[in-house]
């Protein structure tokens, strides 16, 4: 099975950017769509962006479209999100997440098999 890990999290003010990282290990890459989704304290978990395993497309919340962009580098092993004009909304415990049905960018948070530990968002405003 794969390992997730997410870096790159931290604090930055409102209408800044942050760029997160998960690192993958253990199998490759290429066969997992990789998903990032957050959860903010008292809430559920939720989705933010998909891309699967081609990069031929992505998804993403309403809430976040044309302001994040999922990419991945198969050959590094690594998904990104880069996170552009953040809101305190913002603010929440992001999760890189692996669904094994590659060819799938699901936008549902139970689809998703594999999850790493989580690095904190915290928007100030």
């Known amino acids: 099975q794969v390992q997730l890990v997410e870096s790159g999290g931290g604090l930055v003010q409102a209408g800044g950017s942050l760029r997160l990282s998960c690192a993958a290990s253990g199998r490759a890459l290429s066969l997992y769509t990789m998903g990032w989704h957050r959860q903010a304290p008292g809430q559920e978990r939720e989705f933010v962006a998909a891309v699967p395993w081609d990069a031929a497309r992505t998804r993403y919340a309403d809430s976040v479209k044309g302001r994040f962009t999922i990419s991945r580098d198969n050959a590094k092993n690594t998904v990104y999100l880069q996170m552009n004009k953040l809101k305190p909304d913002d603010a929440a415990v992001y999760y890189c997440?692996?669904?094994?049905?590659?060819?799938?960018?699901?936008?549902?948070?139970?689809?998703?098999?594999?999850w790493g530990q989580g690095t904190q968002v915290t928007v100030s405003s």
């Open positions: 997440a692996a669904d094994g049905r590659n060819w799938i960018a699901s936008m549902d948070t139970h689809d998703y098999d594999y």
